[in-house]
């Protein structure tokens, strides 16, 4: 096999939460350039379809959009999804929310949101595409699913987001769960955990140059995440080259979680 093919996801169907900006952006696009049929989801319909058409004039894409927010979010976006194919070889489960606020004023109400969509939204999700991913799986080419996690689900972060952190370390720990049952149907479950990237949830820290420059100073390698950094490890984990790792949690993070 040549070095090209290792790394093909050409003809490979992909489908994306949170796919419309951010970080779910950065891998949509990464998927449709290599030449895979990406579906991309998110929550405002307008935003998810005009995306979906800027990135078919790179490749092929289209637009499911869903609020996964809510107990019926991922069996409607499932159905909808197999309505359209009955085979799925990539699920990225992006789509995330955040929530931060001083300790003695941090509200239940955000645990109770964060859970919903972060962790919840990851398990009904996978769980409803299981047969479309049983469906594209085999020994040598497994379906591949994929969860995005944070830096702040392996560390304790600079901020106060509770909630997140709680939340993001769930989604490791669900991560290597759905690795270890999912196995033997030829699936493999890995996380990304990023580090700073361009992203709404970031935008509070990276638009101010000054406030930019301290983040970029905390990462070891000296700079923020850019879209290649975020598509080339999803690609790499949907690929031949990774089809052999299953139940990991890559930290792209230019280095901060050798902090500890």
């Not at 289209?62 to 009955?86: F, K, M, S, W």
């Not at 699920?91 to 919903?116: I, Q």
């Not at 700073?196 to 995440?225: T, Y």
Request: charged content about 20%; overall charge negative.
């Amino acid at each position: 096999m040549g070095m090209t093919d290792l790394f093909s996801v050409a003809g490979k169907t992909v489908l994306v939460t949170g796919g419309s900006r951010g970080i779910g952006l950065m891998i949509a696009q990464g998927f449709v350039q290599a030449g895979a049929h990406v579906i991309i989801s998110s929550r405002k319909a307008d935003v998810c379809q005009k995306v979906a058409e800027e990135l078919s004039a790179q490749g092929r894409c289209e637009a499911i959009p869903a609020d996964l927010g809510h107990d019926g979010g991922a069996e409607g976006l499932a159905a909808a999804v197999r309505e359209r194919t009955d085979r799925l070889d990539v699920l990225v489960n992006n789509a995330g929310a955040t929530w931060g606020a001083p300790l003695e004023a941090y509200p239940e109400a955000a645990f109770d949101k964060l859970w919903a969509v972060n962790v919840k939204a990851v398990f009904r999700l996978t769980t409803a595409l299981l047969p479309a991913l049983r469906a594209a799986a085999s020994a040598d080419d497994p379906a591949r699913v994929i969860t995005i996690g944070s830096v702040d689900g392996l560390r304790v972060p600079v901020m106060e987001v509770y909630a997140y952190s709680a939340t993001k370390a769930a989604v490791h720990m669900l991560t290597r769960s759905l690795a270890h049952q999912l196995a033997d149907d030829h699936i493999t479950v890995n996380a990304i955990a990023p580090g700073p990237f361009e992203s709404r949830m970031m935008a509070f820290a990276l638009d101010d140059p000054a406030s930019r420059a301290a983040v970029a100073k905390q990462v070891p390698l000296g700079r923020i995440g850019r879209p290649e950094d975020m598509a080339g490890t999803a690609i790499y984990l949907s690929s031949r080259a990774g089809a052999y790792l299953t139940g990991a949690v890559i930290p792209v993070d230019g280095g901060i979680t050798t902090h500890g």
